[in-house]
């Protein structure tokens, strides 16, 4: 059976770090785009970063450049976002999910999807 498992998440003060693992069990990630995305309560789910199956990298939202960066091992079949500089506005749950090959910043592009982990930034 095909899936992701996210963890990491939990209650940090602004400022803080978090590092969110993306860990893929019944298939390889190599050879898949994992794209991480976050929902914020009342709000859209949002593309927030994404590693190629060639291991590139890039974020999408202003908001987050510069604080959160992707990391993959493939030996581990893990991706790891770790999220620096947090803010009250990175509340959310965040998700991880795999497609083949590039990235895209469309939700509805991507084929496996795991159940969230919810990171909140408070004082």
């Known amino acids: 059976q095909l899936q992701l498992v996210e963890s990491g998440g939990g209650l940090v003060q602004p400022g803080g770090s978090l590092r969110l693992s993306c860990a893929a069990s019944?298939?390889?990630?190599?050879?898949?785009?994992i794209g991480w995305f976050r929902q914020a309560p009342g709000k859209e789910r949002e593309g927030v970063s994404c590693?190629?199956?060639?291991?590139?990298?890039?974020n999408y939202p202003e908001s987050v450049k510069g604080r959160f960066s992707l990391s993959r091992d493939n030996a581990k079949n893990t991706v790891y976002l770790q999220m620096n500089s947090l803010k009250p506005e990175d509340t959310a749950i965040y998700y991880c999910?795999?497609?083949?090959?590039?990235?895209?910043?469309?939700?509805?592009?991507?084929?496996?999807w795991g159940q969230g982990t919810q990171v909140t930034v408070s004082s």
């Open positions: 019944g298939f390889t990630l190599d050879g898949y785009a």
């Open positions: 590693t190629s199956a060639s291991g590139g990298w890039s």
């Open positions: 999910a795999a497609r083949d090959n590039l990235c895209s910043t469309r939700d509805t592009r991507y084929d496996y």
